[in-house]
C-alpha cells in the first residue's frame, strides 16, 4: 500500500541543536501531519498543513517548532533549539482528504535530547 | 476535551483463539472512531472506522468492531488469531470536523503465541 517515508530513523542531538526531521509522504496527498508521542504515553497531535499553510496547531507545537513543504519536497518539521521535553517520537502523516481520519503514518522519527 | 482509553498495555493470545481489544472514550458527541495498527518496523495503518449507522463494523483482515453509544466502547475483536497479528493496536478518535485531528489511546501491544 501507499508509504510515508521518515528520515531519520533515530536521531541524538545536544539541547540547543537545531535538528529537522524529514518526510516523505504518499505522492498524491494534500494534508499532512506531524503527531508526538513521549514514551509511556499516547501519541498526540502536533500540526496539519495544506496548501503550503499550517491548518491548526495544538499546544504542544511551541514557538521553536516549524514546518513546511518546499516546492513539493519533503514535509519537515523543524525544532530550533531544542530542550530536553522535545524526546519522543514524532510520526509524519498524509492523506488525500480532510475530516476522514484515514490518514497514512510513518514509521516514526525518534529524536534524544540529551 | 475528548479522551482515549486503552485498559490493556498487553495482551498475549494463543494462534487460533479469539481477540478481543477494549477502547473507552470521552466525548459529549458521537464521534468518529478508529483502530490503526502497527506491526513491527511499520507505520499506523488504518484497521477500521466508524462514522454513523450499523455499530458493527468490519475492517481488514477479519477484524470488526462494535461501537456502543450507551457504553462509550468500540471494542475491536477477531475470531481466530493468526501470528502475524502480532503488533501494536491504536484506538483513536476525531470530530466530525476536526480536520484529521486524531486523539489516540495508548496502545495495546498483542502478542501471538505459535
Known amino acids: 500500500g501507499p508509504k510515508v517515508l521518515q528520515i531519520p530513523s533515530h536521531q541524538i542531538i545536544d539541547m540547543g541543536q537545531m535538528v529537522t526531521l524529514n518526510c516523505d509522504p504518499v505522492?498524491?496527498?494534500?494534508?499532512f501531519y506531524w503527531y508526538k508521542q513521549i514514551l509511556g504515553q499516547q501519541m498526540e497531535f502536533l500540526v496539519n498543513?495544506?496548501?503550503?499553510?499550517?491548518?491548526?496547531k495544538s499546544k504542544l507545537f511551541k514557538d521553536q517548532f516549524s514546518v513546511e513543504r518546499p516546492d513539493g519536497s519533503y514535509f519537515t518539521l523543524k525544532i530550533q533549539p531544542t530542550a530536553l521535553e522535545d524526546s519522543a517520537v514524532y510520526f509524519c502523516?498524509?492523506?488525500?482528504?480532510?475530516?476522514?481520519?484515514?490518514?497514512?503514518f510513518g514509521e516514526g522519527s525518534k529524536l534524544t535530547v540529551l | 476535551a475528548q479522551s482515549v482509553t486503552q485498559p490493556d498495555a498487553r495482551v498475549t493470545v494463543s494462534e487460533g483463539a479469539s481477540l478481543q481489544l477494549r477502547c473507552k472514550y470521552s466525548?459529549?458527541?458521537?464521534?468518529?472512531l478508529f483502530w490503526y495498527v502497527q506491526y513491527p518496523r511499520q507505520g499506523l495503518q488504518l484497521l477500521l472506522k466508524?462514522?454513523?449507522?450499523?455499530?458493527v463494523v468490519q475492517g481488514v483482515n477479519s477484524f470488526e468492531a462494535e461501537f456502543s453509544k450507551s457504553n462509550s466502547s468500540f471494542h475491536l475483536q477477531k475470531a481466530s488469531v493468526h501470528w502475524s497479528d502480532s503488533a501494536v493496536y491504536f484506538c483513536?478518535?476525531?470530530?466530525?470536523?476536526?480536520?484529521?485531528?486524531?486523539?489516540f489511546g495508548i496502545g495495546t501491544r498483542v502478542l501471538v503465541r505459535p
Open positions: 466508524y462514522y454513523s449507522g450499523d455499530p
Open positions: 502523516a498524509s492523506s488525500l482528504t480532510v475530516n476522514t481520519g484515514q490518514l497514512y
Open positions: 498543513f495544506y496548501n503550503g499553510k499550517v491548518m491548526e
Open positions: 466525548y459529549s458527541a458521537t464521534p468518529y
Open positions: 483513536a478518535l476525531s470530530m466530525s470536523s476536526a480536520g484529521n485531528k486524531l486523539t
Open positions: 505522492s498524491n496527498h494534500l494534508y
